[in-house]
């Protein structure tokens, strides 16, 4: 994540003037490589609207910040807000 390094809040919320240009940058990241199915391994997959990816094999549907540090960090902060 060299690319906000050093960079204020206001340059980073520039840079993500929406929710929806956020999931679509955490989803270019996170699938970079293509995706794999963490349950049976399968490569294919939809891509819904809200990038994520189901598993063309099994269903099953991978959320952008699923397995990753963001979705710890969702949750911590969700448990406190709520």
Known sequence: MDIFKGQNIIEFAGRFQSDLGCKKYLAE??????YTCRKCGHHGSQFPKDFSRTCNNLSIKTFICRYTGLNALYWVSNSFTS
């Open 29 to 34: 990241l996170k699938w970079s490589e293509g």
